[in-house]
T-cell receptor, first 112, second 113 residues
């Protein structure tokens, strides 16, 4: 069953702007992952944040996790046209599944 | 190169004709999973496997079978495909459950007519 849901469903920005996507989930988790998918292609793992971490960075990506609010955010700074893609959060399914479940994703378009 | 290989990339078939989508990983990963992706529905899990001979149902297992006879291979079998199984399918693998990121294959676009 689905655990995480991304918001907004779609986001359109200009190159150089920051893009923020949010993920809300339902039950306690040990960690949360973010993935990117270019149109019709396989998902690519971006970052994993554990429940005892509040913030994590990877290049232009910043992920935060607020376990009290059951939410996470992905910030892409100084976006580029090549960042155009769908972004998904992935969480363990309720009940402690070892396999991540994915939300419907946020479709990001970065205009040159 | 570390990768998950799915075959075929594209497949058009007729209703009722059994087919197999192969998935192979070269990273010695324990966990493997199949997802289908449909517009507006995101990725939904079909089946997963935590090790050789250990498989379990995901959210949408009806009409699918899997097997895990070897660690590297995790084929998806559609015994009698129907048009509602037209979808984009992904195989993914991970070193260990949700503690590590998953590596995805390039996808198989299946059309059942």
């Amino acid at each position: 069953s689905q655990q995480g849901e991304e918001d907004p469903q779609a986001l359109s920005i200009q190159e150089g702007e920051n893009a923020t996507m949010n993920c809300s989930y339902k039950t306690s988790i040990n960690n949360l992952q973010w993935y990117r998918q270019n149109s019709g292609r396989g998902l690519v793992h971006l970052i994993l944040i554990r429940s005892n971490e509040r913030e994590k960075h990877s290049g232009r990506l910043r992920v935060t996790l607020d376990t009290s609010k059951k939410s996470s955010s992905l910030l892409i700074t100084a976006s580029r046209a090549a960042d155009t893609a769908s972004y998904f959060c992935a969480c363990p399914a309720p009940g402690g599944s070892y396999i991540p479940t994915f939300g419907r994703g946020t479709s990001l378009i970065v205009h040159p | 190169e570390a990768q998950v290989t799915q075959n075929p990339r594209y497949l058009i078939t007729v209703t009722g004709k059994k087919l197999t989508v192969t998935c192979s990983q070269n990273m010695n990963h324990e966990y493997m999973s199949w997802y289908r992706q449909d517009p507006g529905l995101g990725l939904r899990q079909i089946y997963y496997s935590m090790n050789v001979e250990v498989t379990d149902k995901g959210d949408v297992p009806e009409g699918y079978k899997v097997s895990r006879k070897e660690k590297r291979n995790f084929p998806l079998i559609l015994e009698s495909p129907s048009p509602n199984q037209t979808s984009l399918y992904f195989c993914a693998s991970s070193l260990s459950g949700t503690e590590y990121g998953y590596t995805f294959g390039s996808g198989t676009r299946l059309t059942v007519v």
